[in-house]
C-alpha cells in the first residue's frame, strides 16, 4: 500500500499558513515516502535450493534459529579483558547462525508519472556487506551494518511495471565481539521526489544564540537540481511549536545543476528550551517552490538548549550543572534480536526513566535513528557512538578491513543523519581502540575528531579509553575534545590533578555482573567470580577483573565535582559476551545488565534507583526461601537514611548509613542472619524512630498457580506494536515462588500473535519464539504483537500443575 504521508502533513500545514507568498502555491506531489515492510522474500546461505520464506521487515535472520557451541568460535587474546595468552570462546557472539550470506527480494512498481521523479532507496542499517541490486544491475554497496545510507535507483528502474529490488548480505566469521544480528534488520523506504529537492539529512540546524526572550535559528540546507539547466526557486522556511508557526523566511534563490547550499537565519520569540524535565520539540518545515507550485517538502526537528563541558565544575545543561546518570545501551532488542521495534525501544527507555537515567550512549555503534529521537521526546542526553575498532583489529575481519575506504563516510554518514538532534550532546569516535597502544595512534583519532569539526563544530569529540596509560602516552586522550574513562574511579583524581584543563567523564563504568534471583552467601566482594552453576550474585558484588561495584563508581563521582558523570555497562542485558564465563558452555549472554535479557529488572535496578531517582526507594533483598539455620546475608538498597530489620517480628537491629565504610554508604546491610521461614520486614525510619515505609518478604509454599501481568493493556493496532507481559510462578497467597522453573505454555486468540519469549537466564537454550518457555527463579516473559486489525488479544499461560491465568489486550488505531 502506498501511502503520501508529507503530502497529508502540506495540507495541515497550509491550512496553518505555512508560506507567506503573496501566490497560493499549487503542490504537485512533492515528496512521497513508502515503508518496505510487507512482502519479502528471504533465503538464507543457499542459493541453489530456491527455497525463499515471505518475511516482514525489520527482520533478523538468525534469532529463530537454534543455539550452537560452534558458530563463530573464537580463539582470540581479549588485550580489553587483560588477557595475554589466547582463549576459547563458544558464546561471544551469540552462538546463534549470524554468519553466512542472506538474500531478499521484494518486488517495486513504479507508474508512469514516476518517470519524472528521482526515486531513492533508504536504508536505516542492514547488517551487512550489503549490496543493492535493482533488474539484476548493481546499484551500490555499503558495507558497515551499523550505518544508515541511501542510493538512487531513478537510472535503473523500469517504469510502468514491477521491478526486482535484491539486497545481498554476508556477516563473516570473526567480525564482532558481540551478537551483531542478521538481516534487513532496520526499516527500509522508498522516496519519491521532483527532479528539485531537499537532500537525504539535507539539513543543519544550529541555535547560535538563546535568551529567554528569543532564539536565533541558523538553516543550512542542501538542496539538489537535477533538471537540464538552472532553476529559479522560492526556499519557504518555517518553524513549528505545538503545530503552530511561529517564523517564517521566504526568500529566492537561483539554482545551479545539482548541489546547492543555501543559509538562512530566523529568530522565534520567547523558545520554549529543550530540557531532561521539559524535552521542547520545534520542527522546521522547509519548502522549495518552482514558480506557482510547490516541488518538496521536508521536515527537521531540533530544539532550543545549551550544553557546556567544563574541567573543573563538570557538564552544563541550560546554564545548570547536571551530572549523567547514564546507561550504555546495544543495539539487540533481546529475544527480539536486533530487527528494529520502536514500541519495544520506547519500553526500555521508559524502564530506564523510572530508574533515573537521565543519559543514553549507544554502544559500540551507530544506533537505530529512531533511539536518538525517543532520547529528544523523553528528555535524555545521547552521546552517539560510531565504532570499535579502528585500523588496528579486534577481531580478524572487523571494522579494520573497512577503515581505510570507509571510516570518513560512515562517520559523516552518522553526523549528518543525527546532528538536529537536541539530546544529542557528543559524538564517541571510538571505544577502547588498540590505537591506545600505538606511539602513531593519535593520528587516527586526530583524523576523525577533525571529520567531526568540519561536519558539526557544535558538539565535542570523545572516545572511550580503557588503557588509560596508552591514551596519554600516545596522545589519544588529547587528540580527542573530551576524554572518556572506561573504569577508571580510581584514577579520576590523578587525571584531574595531572591535566587540570582536561574536561572528563565516566565513559563506561562498573560491569558488575549478576543473574536475577542468584544469591549466594556470604555478600561479599568477587573478582571474576566462577561458579558451578554459571551465574553471578545478585548482590551486585560481583565483577570482571577490570571492573568495579556501582558502590565504588558512586564514591569516586561524588567526590568529583570535575567528573562529568558515568554511563554503566549495561542498562540491558545482551546477546553475546557471556562474562565471566567466556570459556564455559552454555553461556551465550551478557550478565552486565542493569535489567535481564527478556526485560525483568535485577535488584540492581533498584541499587541504581535509590541513588539516581527522587523516589523513595526501599528494596530488600534476598528472597526468604532457604534451608532452617542457614546463614544468610540481608542488603536493603534504599535511599532512606535508617531502617530497621524484622524476622518474624523480632528485630534483627536497626542500621544506618555509614559513609566509612564503602557498601554500608549506598546500602543497609545484615549479614550472618539465621534463616527461619516466615516473614521477614523492613522498616525505613525517620529521624525520630518513626515508620516511615515499609517491605516485606516472606516465604513461599508450594508452587499453586500463574501469575500475569503486562506493561500496558491498550496497544496500536499496526501490526508492531509489542507488549511485555510479565508471568511468574506463586503460591496459594500469590506470593512468587523464587527457585520455581515450570515450563510454560503460551496461547493467543485474537487480535495478536507470539513475538518473542525468554526468561533471563544466560545459560538458557530455549528457542525465542516457541510459544513455550521454562520460568527462571520464578519468572518468564512473553512478548505480545498486535496485528493490524482492530479488537482485542488474549493471552492464556498454563502449566502443568498450576492454576492458568490470562489477560487480554485491546488493540485500536486510536491510540
Not at 272 to 282: G, H, R, V
Not at 559 to 587: A, R
Not at 782 to 791: A, F, N, P, Y
Request: proline share 4%; hydrophobic share 35%.
Amino acid at each position: 500500500m502506498r501511502t503520501n504521508y508529507l503530502l497529508y502533513l502540506l495540507t495541515i500545514f497550509v491550512g496553518l499558513g505555512v508560506s507567506c507568498q503573496k501566490v497560493e502555491k499549487i503542490n504537485k506531489n512533492n515528496r512521497e515516502v513508502i515503508r518496505l515492510t510487507d512482502q519479502w522474500e528471504f533465503q538464507y546461505n543457499d542459493t541453489l535450493a530456491n527455497q525463499w520464506e515471505q518475511v516482514t521487515v525489520p527482520h533478523d535472520w538468525a534469532i529463530s534459529m537454534p543455539f550452537d557451541q560452534e558458530i563463530d568460535k573464537q580463539d582470540v587474546i581479549v588485550l580489553e579483558d587483560g588477557e595475554r595468552v589466547p582463549k576459547t570462546r563458544t558464546g561471544r557472539t551469540g552462538a546463534l547462525p549470524h554468519i553466512g550470506k542472506g538474500f531478499y527480494k521484494k518486488s517495486l512498481y513504479f507508474s508512469k508519472e514516476d518517470q519524472q521523479k528521482k526515486v531513492f532507496i533508504q536504508f536505516d542499517g542492514a547488517m551487512s556487506h550489503a549490496k543493492v541490486y535493482l533488474n539484476k544491475q548493481f546499484v551500490g554497496t555499503w558495507p558497515y551494518g551499523y550505518s544508515s545510507f541511501e542510493f538512487d535507483l531513478t537510472p535503473f528502474i523500469q517504469f510502468n511495471q514491477d521491478n526486482l529490488l535484491e539486497v545481498h548480505l554476508e556477516n563473516k566469521s570473526l567480525s564482532s565481539r558481540w551478537y551483531p544480528g542478521a538481516g534487513i534488520y532496520r526499516e527500509v523506504r522508498i522516496v519519491k521526489t521532483n527532479p528539485v529537492y531537499v537532500k537525504n539529512w539535507g539539513t543543519f540546524i544550529t541555535t547560535p544564540q538563546i535568551t529567554a526572550s528569543k532564539g536565533n535559528v541558523n538553516i543550512k540546507t542542501s538542496v539538489e537540481n537535477k533538471t537540464a539547466q538552472a532553476q529559479n526557486i522560492e526556499l519557504i522556511q518555517s518553524i513549528f511549536f505545538k503545530n503552530q508557526r511561529v517564523s517564517t523566511s521566504t526568500k529566492s534563490f537561483k539554482l545551479n545543476k545539482n548541489n546547492n547550499d543555501i543559509e538562512i537565519d530566523l529568530e522565534v520569540e520567547n523558545p520554549q528550551w529543550w530540557s531532561i524535565e521539559t524535552p521542547n520539540l520545534y520542527k522546521v518545515v522547509t519548502e522549495i517552490a518552482v514558480g506557482n507550485e510547490i516541488v518538496d517538502i521536508y521536515e527537521s526537528q531540533f530544539g532550543f538548549r545549551t550544553i557546556e563541558f567544563t574541567s573543573d565544575k563538570g557538564f552544563f545543561l541550560n546554564g545548570k550543572p547536571l551530572k549523567f546518570k547514564g546507561v550504555c545501551l546495544h543495539h539487540d532488542l533481546g529475544p527480539l534480536g536486533a530487527a528494529h521495534n520502536l514500541s519495544a525501544w520506547k519500553h526500555r527507555l521508559l524502564k530506564m526513566k523510572e530508574m533515573g537515567a537521565n543519559a543514553i550512549r549507544s554502544t559500540h555503534n551507530p544506533s537505530d535513528p529512531s533511539l536518538v529521537q525517543l532520547a529528544d521526546e523523553m528528555g535524555f542526553l545521547f552521546v552517539a557512538e560510531a565504532f570499535d575498532e579502528w585500523e588496528i583489529a579486534k577481531t580478524e575481519n572487523g571494522y579494520n578491513t573497512l577503515w581505510h575506504d570507509w571510516a570518513e563516510k560512515d562517520l559523516v554518514a552518522l553526523i549528518h543523519r543525527d546532528r538536529n538532534h537536541p539530546s544529542l550532546i557528543m559524538w564517541s569516535i571510538g571505544n577502547e581502540i588498540r590505537e591506545q597502544n600505538d606511539p602513531n595512534g593519535a593520528k587516527n583519532a586526530q583524523f576523525l575528531t577533525d571529520i567531526v569539526h568540519r561536519e558539526d563544530p557544535t558538539r565535542p569529540s570523545t572516545a572511550g579509553f580503557n588503557n588509560f596509560k596508552g591514551a596519554i602516552k600516545n596522545g589519544l586522550a588529547d587528540a580527542v575534545d573530551i576524554p572518556g574513562w572506561n573504569y577508571k574511579p580510581q584514577k579520576y583524581e590523578a587525571f584531574h590533578k595531572d591535566h587540570p584543563e582536561w574536561k572528563m567523564y565516566g565513559s563506561e563504568t562498573a560491569s558488575t555482573v549478576s543473574s536475577r534471583g542468584e544469591y549466594f552467601f556470604p555478600a561479599k566482594e568477587g573478582k571474576h567470580k566462577i561458579r558451578p552453576n554459571l551465574h553471578s550474585n545478585s548482590f551486585d558484588m560481583d565483577f570482571p577483573n577490570w571492573a568495579q561495584t556501582p558502590d565504588r563508581e558512586f564514591r569516586a563521582q561524588e567526590k568529583s565535582d570535575f567528573i562529568m558523570g558515568e554511563f554503566v555497562w549495561t542498562g540491558y542485558d545482551y546477546l553475546g559476551e557471556p562474562t565471566p564465563y567466556n570459556e564455559q558452555w552454555p553461556t551465550k549472554s551478557s550478565y552486565f545488565g542493569i535489567i535481564d535479557l527478556a526485560g525483568i529488572p535485577k535488584d540492581r535496578f533498584y541499587l541504581y534507583k535509590s541513588h539516581w531517582s527522587e523516589e523513595k526507594v526501599l528494596h530488600l533483598l534476598p528472597h526468604w526461601n532457604w534451608e532452617e539455620g542457614q546463614t544468610v546475608s540481608v542488603h536493603c538498597y534504599t535511599n532512606y537514611d535508617k531502617a530497621e530489620l524484622f524476622l518474624n517480628g523480632r528485630s534483627l537491629g536497626i542500621k544506618s548509613k555509614d559513609a566509612s565504610t564503602l557498601y554500608d554508604t549506598y546500602r543497609l546491610r545484615w549479614d550472618n542472619i539465621t534463616y527461619e521461614a516466615g516473614e521477614l520486614k523492613v522498616v525505613a525510619l525517620n529521624e525520630k524512630g518513626e515508620v516511615i515505609a515499609e517491605e516485606i518478604k516472606k516465604t513461599a509454599g508450594k508452587p499453586n498457580a500463574i501469575r500475569v501481568e503486562a506493561d500496558r493493556y491498550e496497544v496500536t493496532a499496526n501490526g508492531e506494536e509489542v507488549v511485555y507481559a510479565t508471568v511468574s510462578v506463586v503460591d496459594q497467597n500469590g506470593i512468587i515462588c523464587p527457585k520455581a522453573d515450570h515450563l510454560m505454555q503460551f496461547e493467543v486468540e485474537g487480535q495478536g500473535t507470539i513475538r518473542a519469549v525468554g526468561n533471563g537466564d544466560p545459560t538458557s537454550l530455549e528457542s525465542f519464539v516457541a510459544p513455550q518457555r521454562k520460568a527462571f527463579n520464578g519468572k518468564c516473559m512473553v512478548i505480545l504483537q498486535s496485528t493490524k486489525e482492530e479488537g482485542k488479544m488474549t493471552l492464556k499461560v498454563t502449566s502443568k500443575g498450576l492454576s492458568s491465568s490470562e489477560l487480554t489486550i485491546n488493540t485500536s488505531n486510536s491510540i
